[in-house]
Each structure stands twice: as C-alpha cells, then as structure tokens.
C-alpha cells in the first residue's frame, strides 16, 4: 500500500519541548499540505510545499513552528516549546502535480499524528 | 469567518434508506468540492469531488450534487449500510491558479446508519 505514511501516531510531548512530525506523499506526489484538526472541529490548512519550497504558509503560527519538505526524505512539521493549546490531530495530505488545466488537485490524507501536550 | 458550513453535526438513517448530507458555502471562488469520510483515529479517506463545472457526479452508491447559484452542495448515499458510519467533510477549494489549492473544510456531520 503506497498511501500517504504519518509518524508518529501518537506523540505525547511536556509545555517546553519539541515536537517532530514526519510525513511520506504518495508515490508520485509532489505536493504536501499539512492540517490540523481541533477537537469538534474541522481541518484547519497550515502550509503547501513542494519539494524545497514552501509555497504558502499562511495557515501556520507565525511562531514556533515550520515546516519543510527536502529533497530527499519525508516532510517535517516542527513545533518548538509546545504549549497546551497546540495538542491536536495534525494530518499530511498529498497530491500530483497537475500538467492540464483544470488544475483540480484530489487530496489523499494520511492516518495523523495525536500531539498531546502535558 | 466559516467559508464552507455543514449545518447537521449528526444525522441519523436507517439501513437501506436514503443518506443525504449538507454543505453550504460562501466563497465564489471555490471550484472544485471534495467530500471525506472519516473514521476515528484515522484520516479523511477521500469519497467523490465535483467540479464546478457540473452540477453531478455519481459514483456507485454515492452522488454529489452543486446548486452553484445557492451555493450548496449535497451528498447523496443509496442504500445506506451500516459501514457508512462515519463523520463526513466537504471541503472546498480555489484552483484558478492564483490559490495554493488548499482546502476548506467543513466541521462534519455524524452519520449514524442503524441497522
């Protein structure tokens, strides 16, 4: 199954420290999104990257976290001196880059990471 | 400000009946709507999209209607089965060339198919 890979599924960090989350696209993608997910919510957009660029960060705090997709390797969502309010479902989605108009990208998620902040 | 709005967090059908689920939106610049069925403890497994160029698409037991001058979308599922339980999303995106293709998610809505 090449479906899009998150790790790890659960996370449990203490307020103050780091939290790494690590996603692999679907073979074939090159598009990442990541989203978060609030209990009772719906997924909120963070960040769009392609391999070695962020293309829109505009969903993302503006401090303490980031986000990156190298040219070799899985795609890192970093959260510095996590606090309380950052625990939640944090999913990766990819997609194919799309040659013809229309442009219409079909999101394939993976399973998510649970941050819980102690 | 919510750009996409499923106004039923749950909904309740009995097997072999007709599921229909919601979505409202604001934005005029979506133009292509995606729903996802979830199941806890898991991500969104995609389901069925629909351009706006087209006002249906059907696939199996699922069919997704856009009322663009409305603004609303509509997910139809027949037969409902026991399996369909799950909370479903719509979500929605811009994909003129000027957006990151992001999406827009609504807050769901539980559906609860009783056997």
């Known amino acids: 199954n090449a479906g899009v890979m998150q790790n790890p599924r659960h996370l449990v960090r203490r307020r103050g420290q780091e939290a790494r989350l690590r996603c692999s696209p679907m073979k074939g993608h090159s598009h990442v999104y990541w989203y978060r997910q609030l209990p009772e919510e719906g997924l909120k957009f963070m960040v769009y990257?392609?391999?070695?660029?962020?293309?829109?960060e505009s969903g993302m705090p503006k401090e303490r976290f980031s986000a990156e997709f190298p040219k070799e390797g899985p795609s890192i969502l970093r959260i510095q001196q996590v606090v309380r309010g950052d625990s939640a479902a944090y999913f990766c989605a990819s997609s194919q880059k799309q040659k013809l108009a229309p442009y219409q990208e079909t999101q394939y998620f993976g399973p998510g990471t649970r941050l819980l902040v102690l | 400000d919510q750009q996409v709005k499923q106004n039923s967090p749950s909904l309740s059908v009995q097997e072999g009946r007709i599921s229909i689920l919601n979505c409202d939106y604001t934005n005029s610049m979506f133009d292509y709507f995606l729903w996802y069925k979830k199941y806890p403890a898991e991500g969104p497994t995609f389901l069925i999209s629909?351009?706006?160029?087209?006002d249906k698409n059907e696939d199996g037991r699922f069919t997704v209607f856009l009322n663009k001058s409305a603004k609303h979308l509509s997910l139809h599922i027949v037969p409902s089965q026991p399996g369909d339980s799950a909370v479903y999303f719509c979500a929605a995106s811009d994909n003129s060339g000027a957006g990151s293709y992001q999406l827009t998610f609504g807050k769901g809505t539980k559906l609860s198919v009783i056997p």
């Open positions: 629909i351009s706006s160029i087209k």
């Open positions: 990257l392609q391999k070695e660029n962020i293309i829109d």
